[in-house]
């Protein structure tokens, strides 16, 4: 079953985690609880708040959704490698031994071009870091466009997309066998009941590799294969996605691009201004996730807040999100408030830190046999 918890605060969201687990330990202390968690640093904020609520935390698993995903397709295809090669720490390798061989053909001129133009080896070393994100990028949200590569179908696409795509089955023949595209089209293939059509649907076997329990916190960015994935193990097991939003009300519809928001800044109803502005990303995948076509939550629990004061800026500033409105005068104050202690803005990177991004210039000092602690530029920062 799929468990969807929704709410403003991530430390309710974290504390309904902490049941949850507690319940999953009860029955059955010896089975690891697998939790997906998209960043280190969420994950490293998740574990205290967990240890300080629950007292001990042990035996919890954290993994990355992109990992647990290559987990399920190698549970089903036991002959893949334990990593997969298409990450992007390891697909950028790939590309660089790629882009030394020789270019040849008339798609991949523009690659010549611009690799051979100085000579410089830190030209290919950054391209390759590029294309590896870009990659990364069209297996989670194109799919489809990749497997039409990897074909070799004929598309109208631009001159950028002709290079793109030789590179991509030169890439995939590198790697050997076949990409992570086509494996999450054939384990969709193979396990999805709605596959390739939602309004039919069709008995198939449980996935291999599925836990009883799945707990996933605060993965708004996953691609839509992966939430597909999820939705298919939630047929088998149990699961709870704990998402965090900034308000109550429905989010799919706002602006995703710089001029649709532009227009709703401008509407006296457009709602919280912030929200406009900063909303674009979790607008994708709210609409995703409420349209149904990739998962069918079988239980929606919110626990946003039911009053918020208003008697500090910061009171007001989250009641507005909570709403989705926009500020107002009101008996705590006018629209435009007067700033108080409640809300406050501190540097998040320590001195040395700031030292660190003038690597270059510190560089430039040691080569010269000056101190980097004497580096002008790390005094000015």
Known sequence: MFHLYTANDAAKLADALGDRLRVQAR??????????????????????????????????????????????????????????PFEPDVLRWHLHALLGEPLEGDALAPLRDYLGR?????????????????????QGYRREKLL?????????????????????????RRV????????????????????????????????????????AFACANISPDVLRMLGVAA??????????LPSREYLGDTPQTRKAVRERLQDKDGGNP??????????????????YEHVQPDEEIDRFDECI?????????????????APVDDAHGPRVALPDASLQFHPAIRRCAKCRRCTTGCWRCSRTRVSTRRCSRARSR
């Open 176 to 215: 050997g066998g076949a990409s992570r595209a086509s494996r999450v089209d054939a384990w969709l293939r193979a396990f999805d009941p709605a596959w390739p059509d939602a309004a039919t649907s069709v008995d198939k076997p449980a996935p291999p590799g599925l836990p009883a329990h799945l707990h």
């Open 309 to 325: 004061d208003r008697g500090s800026l910061l009171g007001r500033v989250r009641d507005d999100l909570l709403e989705h409105r």
């Open 27 to 84: 029955s059955n202390p010896l089975v690891p609880a697998r939790v997906l968690v998209p960043q280190m640093g969420l994950r490293r904020w998740v574990q205290m708040h967990l240890a300080e609520r629950l007292g001990v935390l042990a035996n919890v698993e954290f993994v990355e959704p992109a990992r647990f995903a290559w987990q399920l397709l190698r549970a089903a295809q036991p002959e893949l490698p334990s990593r997969s």
């Open 274 to 291: 912030l929200i406009a502005s900063l909303g674009g990303a979790a607008a994708e995948f709210v609409e995703l996730l409420y349209g």
């Open 118 to 138: 100085d000579g410089d080896p830190l030209r290919r070393f950054a391209l390759a870091k590029e294309l590896a994100q870009v990659y990364e990028r069209l």
């Open 148 to 172: 039409r590569w990897e074909r070799g179908a004929e598309f109208s696409g631009s001159f950028t997309e002709s290079w793109q795509a030789e590179l991509w089955r030169r890439l995939v």
């Open 235 to 244: 047929l088998h097991c149990e699961l709870d996605f704990h998402l965090p």
